[in-house]
């Protein structure tokens, strides 16, 4: 373990990060790409948060998701890949090819570049979206890494690019991966202690909330994981033998209503979370709003819907064992304030 060279797309991203934290700790080098030198101090700003100057055992690499220019650089001498970058933008997109286009045809140019230098294995973080959309949620029947989202469903723009990038992975392994193997890491909604600004649309939620920017709460309920636990199942897929041409759902618990959210901040984060809101908003207002906003659009057809799934697997091939919900969830509003990000700490 101790000197391999890991390859982590994306590291300027909440995840991707985190990974790098998780591979520094554990003993590995890294190499991170991001789209610009200019990113390369906004990585080093969140490492210093996490806790670590990586001095020699992290460099760079320039790539962009949409050129093929750079993979081969970036993954020359890697052991492994970390390919945790893909587009997750908090509005909705002119048009849904602007999510699928780079989440698909930049999944397989990291695979074509990682086949071709002959790294072992590649990770790659899809999403619970390819697993549980387009379909009815059944009582007491969990999702698990058997389902697929139906794509003759009417689904949004992102779970259709993660859905579609994760399906092309596979085939790629399948028709021309030669000796390359592959893992993949599906999570709910991942949350957790940010590191900057720079977060994620998960964690920008709980940011809202604790600044009162919500007048209420749609009837919606989230899967819940912390950062950091999808970031050491990544390193467990990465290694362990049983990973090899899997999938890993990763949460920890039930999905949790947005009221359940919000209490759970407002216990554990007191005066913090004074301006959280806990009034339930009726469905017919939300459908209402949906008609002249794109975001609030977006959620009508999740009202209501509690989409179970179960990280058995990961637990018993990989001995996962992720924090709790309310912790992850405490983990983020606090990080926040401490970083200076919400309302509450100005």
Request: proline share 5%; net charge neutral; hydrophobic share 45%.
């Amino acid at each position: 373990m101790s000197g391999e060279l890991v390859l982590v797309s994306g590291g300027s991203g909440f995840l991707g990060a985190h990974c790098i934290l998780a591979l520094l700790d554990a003993g590995y080098r890294v190499r991170t790409t991001v789209r610009s030198s200019k990113r390369e101090a906004d990585v080093l700003a969140m490492l210093r948060v996490g806790g670590t100057e990586p001095g020699d055992a992290l460099s760079f690499a320039h790539a962009d998701l949409m050129a093929d220019a750079g993979w081969a650089q970036a993954v020359a001498g890697c052991d492994y890949v970390l390919h945790v970058a893909s587009p997750f933008p908090p509005g909705v997109p002119k048009h849904e090819d602007d999510l699928i286009v780079p989440a698909r045809e930049g999944a397989l140019r990291v695979l074509r570049a990682a086949r071709d230098a002959g790294v072992r294995r590649v990770v790659i973080t899809s999403s619970f979206a390819a697993v549980g959309y387009g379909q009815t949620p059944i009582a007491g029947r969990p999702f698990t890494e058997e389902n697929w989202t139906n794509l003759a469903d009417k689904v949004s723009a992102y779970v259709k690019s993660k859905t579609l990038a994760e399906r092309a992975a596979w085939d790629f392994i399948a028709d021309q991966g030669g000796a390359l193997e592959l893992a993949v890491v599906n999570p709910v909604g991942i949350f957790g202690p940010v590191l900057g600004p720079d977060h994620s649309t998960s964690t920008d939620f709980i940011g809202r909330l604790l600044d009162g920017a919500m007048p209420g709460l749609p009837r919606m309920l989230f899967g819940v994981v912390d950062v950091r636990d999808v970031a050491d199942l990544h390193l467990r897929a990465m290694t362990n033998p049983a990973a090899k041409g899997e999938r890993f759902l990763a949460i920890s618990g039930d999905f949790m209503t947005m009221l359940e959210i919000a209490q759970t901040l407002k216990a554990r984060l007191g005066h913090a979370a004074s301006r959280v809101p806990t009034r339930v908003l009726p469905d017919w207002l939300v459908r209402l709003v949906g008609l002249f906003d794109g975001q609030a659009a977006q959620i009508v057809t999740e009202l209501g819907k509690a989409r179970n799934a179960t990280s058995a697997k990961a637990v018993r091939l990989l001995g996962w064992a992720p924090r709790s919900r309310e912790d992850a969830l405490v983990a983020t509003g606090e990080s926040l304030i401490r970083l200076g990000l919400t309302k509450t700490s100005k």
